[in-house]
């Protein structure tokens, strides 16, 4: 089986762009989570998607949303973007999400906001 | 916001060497997850352990979970190069959601 593909993996763009980044999860997965993670705050849960429905989302602004389609990829947005937004966006998938299930993690995107 | 908490922040060992990992939480928990990240790339998942069980192995993986303390630990037996990586702790309390709260790991480095 593939494994969790992102794309893009690298990213640069100027302060109050938006930018749209994708994720396309483990086949049969229908769980889809995002994370930021930056040196200084660490692994930062976004949210999470089950069947096109957010079930979870982190404590993050309204900048930061996301969505989920039929075929369990999912796509997230960040408008107006800020000079604190670099980081590195982790998606990951499991099969139904919840408590006591592995995550499958991708290589990440690498967004750095100039 | 941070469940997990990893000791040391860092740490250095010869390959051949053991290398232990602590990590302490907050709140209760369901299960605790430990996730290996090399240099800037995504996680990968190493072990997990129910908070009903106390003890685990996986190949060279030990990891043990003491409840009462909230803390779990992680030993790699007989290290290697290619262990240099970050390792973190995951848990998923019960009032979180569908979400991991990691803590901010522990860099390991391995030397020939």
């Known amino acids: 089986k593939a494994g969790v593909t992102q794309t893009p993996r690298y990213l640069i763009k100027t302060r109050g762009q938006q930018v749209t980044l994708s994720c396309s999860p483990i086949?049969?997965?229908?769980?889809v989570s995002w994370y930021q993670q930056t040196p200084g705050q660490g692994l930062q849960f976004l949210f999470e998607?089950?069947?096109?429905?957010?079930?979870n989302k982190g404590n993050f602004p309204g900048r930061f949303s996301g969505r989920q389609f039929s075929n369990s990829r999912s796509e997230m947005n960040v408008s107006t973007l800020e000079l604190g937004d670099s980081a590195l966006y982790l998606c990951a998938s499991s099969a139904i999400g919840g408590r006591g299930n592995i995550q499958y993690f991708g290589a990440g995107t690498r967004l750095s906001v100039l | 916001s941070q469940q997990g908490e990893e000791d040391p922040q860092a740490l250095s060992i010869q390959e051949g060497e053991n290398a232990t990992m602590n990590c302490s939480y907050k709140t209760s928990i369901n299960n605790l997850q430990w996730y290996r990240q090399n240099s800037g790339r995504g996680l990968v998942h190493l072990i997990l352990?129910?908070?009903?069980?106390r003890e685990k192995h996986s190949g060279r993986l030990r990891v043990t979970l003491d409840t009462s303390k909230k803390s779990s630990s992680l030993l790699i037996t007989a290290s290697r190069a290619a262990d240099t990586a970050s390792y973190f702790c995951?848990?998923?309390?019960?009032?979180?959601?569908?979400?991991?709260?990691f803590g901010k790991g522990t860099s390991l480095l391995v030397t020939p």
């Open positions: 995951a848990t998923d309390p019960p009032n979180s959601g569908y979400a991991l709260n």
């Open positions: 998607y089950f069947s096109e429905t957010q079930r």
């Open positions: 086949s049969g997965h229908r769980s």
């Open positions: 352990i129910r908070s009903n069980e």
